[in-house]
């Protein structure tokens, strides 16, 4: 950003800044009331709502246990009967007792027979479920409590109507619940209000003259919560507290905000987001060699952010944000697109180079990387078979979904490689399974070669792995002529790193594969395992 456009910005913040001065009192007492009214009103609605589930749980824990009662065949007030009862009694919580009736005749219960016979009380309203519920019923044995008798076939259930509002709840908040024809069922620290919010106008209405509710609706059964108005008010007051001084420091605020932003860098999300739009990503090249001719085969294509002022972003920083924040995708683009660019000419010209790209695990698992080799290299004129993918071990994390996109790009032609093995979590079962040409084995288990550690052996057991599975297999990192021989002896196929080449601008490396054909010999066109041997 030049200069002129830095104090532009700077000039309209602290014009911008003066003129918020000027109103911040009464916008915060807004927000104030509005941050007051949203915060109660999902308090209230998030505990209607709990009510509500409450309640059903409760009849549903019921009518489970009344309908296996109903489904025994046991010979009614028989020893056996009144014992199946108290046990379903002690094992349903909700339920003080439970009585079996015959033509609505109490004849026996939980606690044994009845004498004399207890007519069954009407029910005040009935459930979706199919419970009868009668409310305000006062057993002998309940010493005067008020009860919720819930019948079901021939038995019913004595319930606590605290049971069905059995949840925490704010102080000063009363709640209740009501059948659809709004008889009161339940109540906790609100039976007082009910006439008086029944009575109301417009009961849907969150906020009146007098209280703030919320009403919640399920399967015939009605929660409501209720706040005293002044509630609202002392939360409003607090938020006021918040935002107030607020409004007081948004001038200060915007300058210092605006002159600091305007000094500092972009983040570096947004630093990425402009390096993608002005395609600020170059690709270099690392040959890639066969240990047993030394012939180039190609190279692996490595992505470099050159900045604006010419200095690189290291990759293990942006690639990892990249991945993360989605731009990733046309950065791949991007890096297609330059190898077309750079290698075009030399990979129509020479068959057997071949060039691998690093995909990214979003790529695999969305597919789109076949439709995207696919669409760049039409009309180019490069074969598909030059180009291999290399994905990571976290791109094969779905199996089923990584191997569907595998199966696609091998069928075009692209060979495939399971980049960094041995750093994630890979396992034989699905490597089995998955249509892979090679296994890269990284370069943190490469360096440990000649060297006596709990992790040199690695390298050989990875080697041996790829043996069984039949893969090529290319070791990343070489740096001595030690790792080269014993890389060799054990007949790993290809190799890269510094011992061979360093990465290269896209002209140096035309000019090494061009030398070491002449000096080795030229590669094979197709580097890929046969295909049917996945075939189902």
Not at 23 to 47: D, G, Q, Y
Not at 304 to 321: A, C, E, N, Q, S
Not at 394 to 400: E, K, S, T
Request: charged fraction near 20%.
């Amino acid at each position: 950003m030049g200069p002129s456009r830095r104090w532009r910005v700077i000039a309209v913040g602290i014009l911008t800044a003066l003129i918020g001065a000027a109103l911040p009192i009464t916008a915060m007492t807004w927000v104030s009331a509005e941050a007051a009214l949203s915060k109660e009103r999902t308090r209230l609605n998030v505990t209607a709502d709990r009510v509500i589930a409450r309640a059903i749980a409760t009849f549903d824990e019921v009518r489970i246990s009344l309908s296996y009662l109903q489904g025994t065949a046991v010979v009614p007030c028989s020893q056996s009967h009144i014992a199946l009862m108290r046990d379903q009694t002690l094992n349903t919580l909700p339920v003080t007792e439970i009585g079996y009736f015959d033509k609505d005749l109490l004849k026996c219960s939980s606690w044994g027979k009845v004498d004399p016979e207890i007519r069954k009380t009407k029910p005040d309203f009935k459930t979706m479920s199919g419970l009868s519920v009668s409310l305000g019923i006062r057993p002998n044995a309940s010493l005067g409590r008020r009860m919720i008798a819930v019948s079901f076939g021939d038995y019913n259930a004595l319930v606590l109507p605290s049971s069905l509002v059995d949840v925490a709840v704010d102080d000063q908040m009363a709640v209740f619940l009501s059948s659809g024809d709004r008889q009161i069922i339940a109540t906790k620290d609100g039976s007082q209000l009910f006439d008086t919010i029944e009575s109301m106008a417009d009961t849907s209405r969150l906020l009146n003259d007098f209280f703030l509710l919320a009403i919640s609706e399920k399967e015939g059964l009605r929660a409501t919560v209720v706040i005293p108005r002044s509630t609202l008010t002392l939360v409003m007051w607090n938020e006021l507290a918040f935002f107030l001084p607020v409004g007081g420091l948004i001038a200060l605020a915007f300058v210092a905000a605006i002159y600091w932003l305007s000094k500092q860098r972009l983040s570096p999300h947004a630093e990425l987001e402009i390096a993608v739009k002005k395609r600020e990503f170059v690709v270099e090249y690392q040959p890639i060699i066969e240990l047993s001719t030394g012939v180039c085969v190609g190279a692996e294509a490595l992505v470099r952010w050159k900045m604006r002022d010419g200095t690189f972003v290291r990759p293990d920083y942006f690639i990892p944000l990249a991945e993360e924040t989605g731009l990733i995708a046309p950065i791949t683009d991007q890096i297609i697109d330059n190898i077309i660019a750079d290698l075009g000419t030399a990979l129509i010209k020479d068959r057997t180079l071949h060039i691998a790209i690093n995909v990214s695990s979003r790529d695999i698992v969305s597919g789109r990387i076949a439709d995207l080799l696919d669409c760049k290299l039409r009309g180019t004129n490069i074969r598909n078979e030059q180009i291999w993918l290399e994905a990571t071990e976290r791109g094969f994390l779905d199996v089923a979904t990584a191997g569907r996109t595998l199966e696609r790009v091998r069928e075009a032609g692209h060979s495939v490689a399971i980049d960094d093995f041995g750093t994630g979590y890979s396992n034989l079962q699905y490597l089995q399974g998955l249509p892979l040409d090679a296994i890269k084995i990284d370069k943190s288990f490469v360096s440990m070669i000649g060297k006596q550690t709990a992790t040199s052996s690695v390298v050989e057991l990875i080697i041996d792995l790829t043996k069984k599975l039949d893969l090529f297999s290319v070791a990343e990192g070489v740096e001595t002529q030690q790792q080269a021989v014993f890389l060799k002896e054990r007949g790993v196929t290809f190799a890269q790193g510094w011992l061979f080449a360093k990465s290269l601008p896209a002209k140096d490396f035309i000019s090494y594969q061009l030398q070491s054909k002449d000096t080795c010999g030229s590669a094979d066109e197709i580097i890929q395992n046969p295909k049917n041997r996945w075939a189902s």
